[in-house]
């Protein structure tokens, strides 16, 4: 009989250390996406099936994660939603099935209603990008009372009945944004431009940003926000209000989606370089502005480790770990030109 693989010959198979494999299976952070990808294909090699305990193994069905993510034409949760189905593919062995639903963007009505319309028996856990709103906050806490765990991911929603957040730490990414642009920039002008304040997780990065660059660099002026819906036609439109009614223009901090909208801007106004940017996610679109020139600096939060991070929760809150464990946040990632794969 062939026996049965170990955490040891993962990490054999991958060339990495145990901490490193106990990481990306558990979900936490500081493991780079490349390692990570070693080990996954480790596990999909030797058939490695996590020793789960019997409480998870002696279920009469599946423990079942439904991911309620926003639809359209944001990249960065198309990404979300392909991150998911990758990872589906490879825990079935592990009585886990993962079901994603779409939802329409920046609707809080249509997130309760997809949260109200949830059943324990076909859900254990859901995972939402929260939109602040009493009425996901009066949906999360009657899921809660159903018996099913909810996790917030991407953008977070204090106060309400939410076991977890999985996510970056949005001020810092915010304050990150802030102390780069300020030593690009020596003077003028710096246009913020945001999908929806009615999102915490963009309301965080601007608290973080305008904190920072009005404490250390008191010479730039910051202009907006302006929100865009992270609408590629709506952000363009903003983008190119900012560039024709402020020459002085030094920077663009886009903390939202709709950057290939920016990016068309910055052409047809031929600043594109001129202009320092920074912008949020490493999509094609962002790949693309990063090597034209058009984009300084893109700040990814790592779709993939955060639905690992995920469903190592998910797991964990059905083992009955909900007391004690603890998501650390997703570790942001800083791309430029030069250390773009």
Known sequence: MQKRATVHDVARQAG???????????????????????????IRVLDFRRDLSASLLA????????????????????????????????????RLTLETRHIRPLDAEALAHALNALEP???????????EDQAVHRAVDAATRRGIAVMTLVSD???????????????????????LLGRFCQKGKIGIIAGSMGLRDHRERLE???ALLR???????????????????????????????HPDLSGIYNLGAGNPGLLA??????????????AHELTEATR????????????????????????AAARALALGQGGDYHADPIEIGIFLRDNLR
């Not at 944001?74 to 990404?79: D, K, P, T």
């Not at 028996?121 to 939109?131: H, L, M």
């Not at 929603?157 to 102390?179: E, H, Q, W, Y």
């Open 288 to 311: 693309s502005g990063l090597r034209s020139g058009a984009i300084d600096v893109v700040l990814d939060q790592n779709p993939d480790g955060e639905i690992r991070a995920a469903i």
């Open 265 to 278: 801007a910055l052409e047809k106004s031929g600043r594109a370089g001129q202009v320092r940017v920074i």
């Open 121 to 131: 028996k076909s859900c254990d856990c859901a995972v939402i990008v929260a939109t």
């Open 215 to 245: 404490k250390e660099f008191p010479a730039l002026e910051i202009l907006g926000p302006a929100e865009g819906h992270d609408e590629r036609s709506e952000t363009e439109h903003l983008a190119a209000d900012l560039l024709a009614d």
């Open 157 to 179: 929603l204090p106060g309400s009945a939410r076991k977890l957040f999985i996510g970056i730490d949005n001020v810092a990414a915010g304050r990150t944004a802030a102390s």
């Open 59 to 94: 279920r009469a069905r599946d423990l079942r994660v439904v991911f309620l993510i926003p639809d359209g034409k944001n990249e960065f949760m198309a990404n979300l939603t392909a991150a998911i189905a990758r990872k589906s593919r490879n825990v079935k062995a592990e």
């Open 16 to 42: 990495v250390s145990l901490a490193t494999v106990d990481r990306v299976l558990n979900g936490r952070t500081g493991v780079r996406p490349a390692t990570a990808e070693k080990v996954e294909e480790a």
């Open 208 to 210: 973080g940003f305008t």
